[in-house]
């Protein structure tokens, strides 16, 4: 005969259940992650496969433009791979992995700010100096592309991590793992040598706007 069980019963026995589970996946999600900072690729896959989903779904609730969500997500889970000796496996890795994506948000909006201020300053450039009715703001920035890609490889990522990124000096130090006053130098440096270069093109103006507006 089934023995009678109240509901009391019932329910209590299902939220344990429910607990047990919970348990299960957070000790398994922390395998992974430990499997993780190990340099296990298998399981940097499945926890792609777990939230990359997800993250996309909240990235795009702020961009509302899917192939900028889906490069975002993108970075978030590449910072993750190369920086995953930093992950502490103790910290809940959902929030860990919501904490990079909202700081790429953020820089998502500076660059789109900036990219922004770049049109109306090259513009207002352009009509000042040239009988050109309208701005080839495309050209302008492939000269500043080309005069960025003469930079030393160290010094020309510190500057794109700067002013392209929108990273601080704090921030780049981090990220690079090397002393703030070694960023501050490689950034002065850079600026030094770019504005001189600016200054021999034809639209020294535009391209210092562009080269150098935060």
């Known amino acids: 005969m089934y023995p009678f069980r109240s509901k009391k ?14 348990k299960l996946k957070l000790n398994k999600e922390l395998e992974l992650v430990r499997k993780l ?17 997800k993250l996309f779904y909240f990235v795009n609730k702020y961009l509302n433009v899917k192939e900028e969500s889906e490069e975002i997500v993108q970075d978030v889970f590449l ?18 992995l919501y904490k990079i994506a909202l700081n790429n948000i953020r820089n998502y909006f500076i660059k789109k700010q900036v990219r922004e201020k770049h049109k109306q300053l090259i513009a207002q450039e352009f009509l000042f100096e040239s009988d050109s009715d309208e701005p080839d703001y495309e ?4 000269q500043v592309d ?9 010094r020309r990522e510190i500057f794109l991590l700067s002013r392209k990124e ?8 981090k990220y690079l793992g090397i002393a703030e006053s070694t960023v501050k130098n490689q950034i002065s440096s850079a600026i030094s040598f770019l504005k001189q270069e600016a200054k021999k093109s034809g639209l020294s103006g535009a391209l210092f706007f562009a080269l150098f507006y935060r």
């Open 9 to 22: 019963f019932i329910f209590e026995q299902i939220f344990k259940s429910g607990l047990v589970l919970t």
């Open 37 to 53: 900072r190990d340099g296990d690729s298998s399981a940097f896959d499945l926890l792609f496969e777990k939230y990359s989903s």
């Open 79 to 96: 910072n993750l791979w190369k920086h995953k000796k930093e992950i502490r496996s103790e910290e809940a890795f959902k929030s860990y």
């Open 139 to 142: 050209s302008v920035i492939k």
């Open 146 to 154: 080309r005069l960025i890609a003469q930079l030393p490889e160290k």
């Open 166 to 173: 929108g990273l601080d000096t704090s921030e780049i130090s």
